[in-house]
């Protein structure tokens, strides 16, 4: 099946309660551990490429590489979505190279880092809606800003510094006409997260029922959202890693989440964690192999299970075949009449 809008995945998702992973992806191994998983769990797929990923494989590769995983998985609706597009450019040229998904932040300026103005932020997701819905592509926009800093972007910031704020969440939607709202709630990238366990104090779960309150039709979306599980940091420590104890986002707290609007949880250091876990564990346990298929079959076999064990706690395992992909002009078709109603 074509890649296809990530809309109608989120459009499925509200409809049947659940919520679908977005994977982030650098290279093949990365693509062929998410269908896999998919397959084995019948889930929609979400894969995700962030700015630092088209420069790291190519825009080219990841390209092809998307559509051999959409030829060989026919019966896995498949999305390729871009991650934290700093500028109306890179939307551009994402949509340009056949991305059906893109994400515009303009809740930082285009160097990825500063905060931005409602205005600022309003007028760059604003172009790219329109340029994106002609095509019947999908636009991801972010209100609020995440802590962290993730592929050289994010504020570096504590995640509570920039919360968003619901009613201006509420405006935001309405100014812009989006598809799915990416809101800050007390997360941020990366591993490090948390110092200790996540309560109320840190991870605003009352304030995303709240912005649901206010817009129960957008698609909410979670980022800095892995669960950083201690089994996967320890596996990386037990072979000679050093990573600092740190704590992710709990999977109940993503279900809640999911009660509540959020279609897409976005998922990359969970994978990172078990990739880098499996490929130590045989540098330690085998030195004298040299065969990179030799560590990067377990790596890839690592990550499969992490993401298929996420497929089933987002609810979206099984709902592969439930329906029929809508093809890009479509979903322009229904863009341009909304827009004239
Ligand atoms: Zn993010």
């Given at each position: 099946?074509?890649?296809?809008s990530?809309?109608?995945?989120?459009d499925?998702?509200?409809?049947?309660?659940?919520?679908?992973?977005?994977?982030?992806?650098?290279?093949?191994e990365?693509?062929?551990?998410?269908?896999?998983?998919?397959?084995?769990?019948?889930?929609p797929?979400?894969?995700?490429a962030?700015?630092?990923?088209?420069?790291?494989?190519q825009?080219?590769?990841?390209y092809?590489?998307?559509?051999?995983?959409?030829?060989?998985y026919p019966?896995?609706?498949?999305?390729?979505h871009?991650?934290?597009?700093?500028s109306?450019?890179?939307?551009?040229?994402?949509?340009?190279l056949?991305f059906?998904?893109?994400?515009m932040?303009?809740?930082?300026?285009?160097d990825?880092?500063?905060?931005?103005s409602?205005?600022?932020n309003?007028k760059?997701?604003?172009?790219?809606?329109?340029m994106?819905?002609?095509?019947?592509?999908?636009?991801?926009?972010?209100?609020?800003?995440?802590?962290?800093?993730?592929d050289?972007h994010?504020?570096?910031?504590?995640?509570?510094s920039?919360?968003?704020?619901?009613?201006?969440?509420a405006?935001?939607?309405?100014?812009?006409?989006?598809d799915?709202?990416?809101?800050?709630?007390?997360?941020s990238?990366?591993a490090?997260?948390?110092?200790?366990?996540?309560?109320?104090?840190t991870?605003?779960?009352d304030?995303?029922?709240?912005i649901h309150?206010?817009?129960?039709?957008?698609?909410?979306v979670?980022?800095?959202?892995?669960?950083?599980?201690?089994d996967?940091?320890?596996?990386i420590?037990?072979y000679g890693?050093?990573l600092?104890p740190?704590?992710?986002v709990?999977?109940?707290e993503i279900?809640?989440?999911?009660?509540n609007?959020v279609?897409?949880?976005?998922?990359?250091?969970?994978?990172?964690l078990?990739?880098?876990?499996?490929?130590?564990?045989v540098?330690?346990?085998?030195?004298e192999?040299f065969?990179?298929?030799?560590?990067?079959?377990?790596?890839r076999?690592?990550m499969?299970?992490v993401?298929a064990?996420?497929m089933?706690?987002?609810?979206?395992a099984?709902?592969?075949?439930?329906?029929?992909?809508?093809?890009?002009?479509?979903?322009?078709?229904?863009?341009?009449q909304?827009?004239?109603?």
């Amino acid at each position: 099946m074509p890649l296809v809008s990530m809309r109608q995945l989120l459009d499925e998702a509200a409809k049947g309660g659940y919520g679908v992973g977005a994977f982030n992806v650098n290279n093949m191994e990365q693509i062929q551990a998410i269908m896999e998983a998919a397959r084995e769990t019948k889930s929609p797929v979400i894969v995700q490429a962030s700015r630092g990923a088209r420069s790291y494989s190519q825009d080219k590769y990841l390209y092809h590489l998307m559509l051999a995983a959409a030829e060989l998985y026919p019966e896995i609706p498949l999305v390729l979505h871009l991650d934290h597009g700093n500028s109306v450019e890179t939307c551009k040229s994402a949509i340009e190279l056949g991305f059906t998904s893109v994400m515009m932040d303009g809740s930082l300026m285009p160097d990825g880092k500063t905060p931005s103005s409602f205005d600022y932020n309003v007028k760059a997701t604003r172009e790219v809606v329109a340029m994106a819905h002609a095509k019947g592509i999908t636009v991801e926009g972010e209100i609020g800003c995440l802590g962290g800093i993730e592929d050289g972007h994010g504020t570096g910031l504590d995640g509570l510094s920039h919360l968003t704020d619901p009613a201006q969440a509420a405006e935001f939607v309405k100014q812009t006409g989006l598809d799915a709202l990416a809101i800050a709630i007390g997360t941020s990238h990366g591993a490090y997260k948390f110092s200790k366990k996540p309560t109320g104090e840190t991870l605003k779960m009352d304030r995303l029922i709240e912005i649901h309150k206010l817009l129960p039709n957008t698609h909410l979306v979670m980022h800095g959202s892995s669960s950083v599980p201690k089994d996967l940091q320890d596996i990386i420590n037990q072979y000679g890693g050093k990573l600092k104890p740190t704590w992710g986002v709990p999977v109940e707290e993503i279900q809640l989440g999911i009660k509540n609007g959020v279609r897409k949880i976005n998922v990359d250091t969970d994978n990172r964690l078990a990739i880098t876990g499996a490929i130590r564990k045989v540098f330690a346990e085998k030195p004298e192999e040299f065969d990179p298929r030799s560590y990067l079959k377990p790596a890839r076999e690592a990550m499969k299970k992490v993401v298929a064990l996420r497929m089933t706690q987002f609810g979206q395992a099984g709902h592969a075949g439930d329906y029929a992909p809508v093809p890009l002009s479509e979903m322009a078709a229904r863009y341009a009449q909304k827009k004239a109603a």
